[in-house]
């Protein structure tokens, strides 16, 4: 909630948010602060509802925009670039976009690029270059607040204190080893699921509502950065439950790793609706590798009615077959019709994009049937296996990007 928000037709600077998970709208409350304080009248608007006609006294637009998946606009942004270019023409007051993004993904910053993009071919005139803020740094901020107090004539400090997720204690309950043998510690450990208070069961908020595909933040001791870990079951299960790699040196996975049952963590939940399973009774083609099994497992687990398939990429049967006991009994209840493993350790190293070309008559037929494809793991597996399925859809004149366009293919990666 920004205090003393300007009025929209009396602002001459408007910030426009593109925001999923509500940190951008932080910024943007520290940025309105500065420049209130400077004497100016700040209006603070989601990017989805633009309309410069709406602001007539504006001298400069300011737009803080997020990044999610693959250079998606965020939900507080959604229909921004359809609405500029519907513009009879660029607004005559300048423009400055700040892209906030994760540098550890390949689509770094590139929804703010494609805006600024966007506006430089619409000839909306520049305030500022293009600039990025990585992982929330207030570092980067406070150094663009810098260069925007330069372009604006006024000395601005920008102090960034980043709102934390407001998080709940998880107790954890049990803990499954794997991986030691293959220098691939992993652990699939489950939580006690936290019990709402009424007001969280009455909103939804907290973990009141979850489903597997979901995020769920942790935050380590020792640090303000949350990590991420997918969600690898669902609220009706009645626990949580993540696997996690151990990272060398890793700060967050190593404390997670060295949890014992009873022992606790701060962890909130950030929802992933780009990564659930669908409704509906087509096939589903599942395919992961190593930790990437965690919300396909959540998902089989709550599968009822439809067949799926799973494709599993590990080091060695014997040492990181994740959820081995539990894939068995739920074919046996004809929650899972099909699994498929590749190991890449041995004689004979197989990885998941193997198994899917060893099994392309079947996928090119379950996808003829409608099928769809969930991906979940590291990024070097969902790039094979999207040139993999490339090469067993050509025949039938598909693509994975077709099938993305159609809300067939849905990758969750890290
Ligand atoms: C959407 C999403 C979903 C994810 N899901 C999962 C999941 O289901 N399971 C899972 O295990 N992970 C998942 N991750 C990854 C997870 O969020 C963490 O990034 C991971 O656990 C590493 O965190 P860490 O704190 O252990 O490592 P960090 O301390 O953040 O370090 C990261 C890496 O940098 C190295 N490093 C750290 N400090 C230094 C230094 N000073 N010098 C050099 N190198 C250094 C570490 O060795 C480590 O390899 C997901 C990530 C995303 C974005
Ligand atoms: C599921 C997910 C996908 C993301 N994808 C990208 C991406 O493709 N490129 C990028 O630069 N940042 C990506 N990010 C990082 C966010 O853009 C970054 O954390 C941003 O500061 C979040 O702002 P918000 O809290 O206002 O939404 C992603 C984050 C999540 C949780």
């Not at 607040?145 to 998880?170: F, K």
């Not at 609706?273 to 087509?282: C, D, I, T």
């Amino acid at each position: 909630r920004i205090r003393g928000n300007a009025p929209a037709a009396r602002a001459d600077t408007v910030l426009l948010v593109g925001s999923e998970g509500g940190t951008t709208w932080g910024f943007a409350a520290t940025l309105h602060a500065a420049l209130t304080a400077a004497g100016h009248s700040v209006h603070v608007a989601p990017m989805a509802g633009f309309d410069p006609a709406r602001h007539p006294q504006a001298a400069r637009f300011i737009a803080l925009a997020a990044t999610y998946g693959d250079g998606a606009a965020p939900s507080s942004a959604k229909g921004f670039l359809d609405r500029l270019a519907q513009l009879d023409r660029a607004p005559a007051a300048p423009l400055a976009v700040l892209g906030f993004g994760d540098r550890g993904f390949p689509a770094y910053c590139a929804y703010a690029e494609a805006v600024a993009e966007a506006a430089r071919a619409r000839g909306w005139t520049q305030l500022l270059p293009l600039a990025t803020v990585d992982r929330q740094s207030p570092q980067d901020f406070a150094r663009w607040g810098r260069d925007l107090g330069q372009a604006l004539g006024l000395p601005i400090e920008l102090v960034h204190q980043p709102v934390l997720p407001r998080t709940e204690t998880l107790r954890l309950l049990s803990r499954r080893d794997y991986g030691a043998e293959v220098q691939a510690p992993t652990v699939i450990l489950r939580f006690a699921r936290p019990r709402p208070t009424p007001w969280q069961r009455l909103t939804g908020q907290g973990l009141a509502r979850y489903r597997a595909g979901d995020l769920l933040g942790i935050l380590p001791k020792g640090s303000a950065v949350p990590r991420l870990y997918s969600l690898a079951s669902g609220a009706g299960d009645g626990f949580v439950e993540i696997v996690v790699r151990k990272q060398p040196g890793g700060l967050c996975s190593g404390q997670l790793c060295d949890l014992a049952p009873g022992d606790s963590v701060a962890a909130f939940l950030r929802p992933n609706p780009g990564f659930r399973a669908p409704r509906g009774r087509s096939p589903l083609i599942l395919i992961g590798a190593g930790t990437g099994i965690g919300p396909l497992a959540g998902f089989i687990r709550g599968n009822r009615r439809r067949p799926v398939h799973l494709f599993f990429g590990m080091r060695k049967e014997d040492s990181d077959f994740l959820y081995r006991e539990d894939l068995a009994h739920w074919q046996e209840q004809g929650r899972l019709a099909r699994l498929s493993t590749a190991q890449s350790r041995g004689p004979q190293p197989h990885y998941v994009q193997d198994a899917l070309r060893r099994d392309a008559v079947e996928v090119a037929a379950l996808i003829r049937q409608g099928a769809q494809v969930m991906v979940c793991g590291g990024r070097d597996m969902a790039a094979g296996v999207r040139a993999a399925l490339a090469e067993i859809l050509a025949p039938a004149g598909l693509t994975p990007a077709l099938l993305k366009a159609q809300g067939r293919y849905a990758e969750d990666v890290f």
